[in-house]
């Protein structure tokens, strides 16, 4: 099957708190280039990209002043409270661009520029003819314990089965902006879209990829971002 066109939503509404920095995690540097930067460039030039949406805080200082912000390829969106918030509202400016119900849309956290072309290229391979979508994710590698109220192993968990969620997320724009905004309104913690549609009753597939796909989080994921692309990058 070859590779579907598809629309990309990048939440960077968050302010980045685990982080300590002086501003939002997406806005610091690495490699010359603020994080958003890099994370775009994950699919800018991608053949099949139909386009692009950021969701950016109503009140952002920095999103204006990059270069990417006047790029014509990318649209802005409005920020929300959570990052599901932030989701919807880039979802519903998909609708807005021409998007349809059954087009396929790719949501990528702004703080995970070190996605693959491999990895995006082997999600959209693997799901175009899914009917559910599904997610890159990555296969737990440490044995995993079960903490009881003390701080005390309760039981040794089954690694084989658990694994850990990563971005981008595929699925039809239509189905996710139905099954997010439904678990919003009955206030379902969602913190990924997965999540959503796993609540609407269906089951995203999994698709393995690479486990340096990381979120920064804390200030030693920049550090360990910065030492791997100074020792070339992917
Ligand atoms: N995000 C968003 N809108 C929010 C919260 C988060 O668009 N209201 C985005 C972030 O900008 C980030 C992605 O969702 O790209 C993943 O969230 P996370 O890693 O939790 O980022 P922050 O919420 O910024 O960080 P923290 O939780 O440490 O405050
Ligand atoms: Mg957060």
Same mark, same amino acid.
């Given at each position: 099957m070859s590779q579907p066109a598809f629309w990309v939503v990048i939440p960077a509404a968050g302010v980045g708190s685990r982080m300590r920095a002086d501003r939002p995690k997406q806005y610091l540097q690495v490699a010359g280039r603020c994080i958003i930067e890099h994370t775009l460039d994950c699919f800018l030039d991608h053949p099949t990209l139909a386009g692009l949406v950021v969701c950016v805080a109503a009140d952002d200082p920095?999103?204006?002043?990059?270069?990417?912000?006047?790029?014509?390829r990318i649209q802005r969106a409005p920020g929300g409270r959570e990052r599901c918030d932030s989701v919807l509202s880039g979802l519903?400016?998909?609708?807005?661009? &021409?998007? /349809? #119900?059954?087009?396929? *849309?790719?949501?990528?956290?702004?703080?995970?520029?070190?996605?693959?072309?491999?990895?995006?290229d082997k999600l959209l391979h693997e799901l175009a003819a899914d009917p559910v979508g599904g997610l890159l994710a990555v296969p737990a590698r440490d044995t995993l314990k079960r903490a009881d109220a003390d701080g005390r192993v309760a039981e040794t968990v089954d690694r084989s089965v658990i694994w850990q969620a990563?971005?981008?997320?595929?699925?039809?724009?239509?189905?996710?902006?139905?099954?997010?905004?439904?678990?919003?309104?009955?206030?379902?913690?969602?913190?990924?879209?997965?999540?959503?549609?796993e609540w609407a009753g269906y089951?995203?597939?999994?698709?393995? &990829?690479? /486990? #340096?796909?990381?979120? *920064?989080?804390r200030p030693e994921d920049l550090r360990w971002l910065a030492q791997c692309w100074n020792t070339g990058r992917q």
């Open positions: 920095y999103w204006p002043g990059l270069p990417c912000a006047s790029d014509p519903q400016r998909l609708g807005l661009l &021409g998007a /349809a #119900d059954q087009d396929w *849309v790719l949501v990528h956290d702004a703080a995970r520029p070190n996605l693959a072309r491999e990895d995006l990563f971005t981008p997320q595929m699925f039809r724009l239509g189905m996710l902006r139905n099954a997010l905004g439904a678990a919003l309104g009955d206030g379902v913690p969602v913190t990924d879209e997965a999540s959503a549609i089951s995203p597939k999994l698709v393995e &990829g690479r /486990a #340096d796909n990381l979120k *920064v989080t």
